[in-house]
């Protein structure tokens, strides 16, 4: 069950966000972004979703509502949930949400150098919009991705 993130729910978020997150780590020679998050202000915005399976959170997503988008900041799966197809059921869920919120699409950023999460958002419909340099870690480039709301082009699991 998905549900917003509770302050209690904190230990949780970092908790996964750090382990989805650690095989990048050496790949780009420093920690992503979303581990260094403060995600308590998101929390408060209500921006942290979590799959909530009563014993356990399995994953989070965390997305900002925009006036005309959904800006997806982290898709995290902790890792013994991973390869259960939950990083698709979540990105259904924010296109859900975009739909409800009638925005017209649905954007993210990833670094360059995730081509396994580049590809996978491919795989549901995310164009690339462009590549910049990245304004928090020098010598990172960012991919830019957007897609429709309510247009997901692959049903994986």
């Given amino acids: 069950m998905m ?13 996964i966000t750090v382990a989805a997150y650690a095989p990048y780590t050496d790949l780009l020679g420093g920690l992503p972004l979303p581990v260094t998050e403060d995600y308590v202000p998101r929390i408060a915005r209500e921006e942290v979703w979590i799959r909530d399976d009563g014993d356990a959170v399995s994953a989070i997503a965390v997305f900002e509502r925009h006036a005309d988008h959904l800006l997806i900041f982290s898709i995290a799966v902790a890792p013994s949930f991973q390869r ?3 990083g698709s059921e979540l ?21 360059a150098r995730m081509e396994r999460n580049i590809a996978l ?27 429709p709301a309510g247009q997901m082009a692959s049903e994986r699991n």
């Fill in 3 to 15: 549900r917003p993130a509770t302050l209690d729910d904190l230990p949780a978020v970092r908790d």
């Fill in 84 to 86: 259960q197809g939950l």
């Fill in 91 to 111: 990105l259904r869920f924010v296109d859900a949400q975009a739909e409800e919120c009638g925005v017209a699409d649905v954007r993210l950023y990833t670094n």
């Fill in 121 to 147: 958002y491919r795989a549901y419909g995310f164009q690339e919009t462009g590549r910049r340099p990245n304004p928090y870690r020098p010598g990172w480039t960012l991919v830019d991705m957007a897609k």
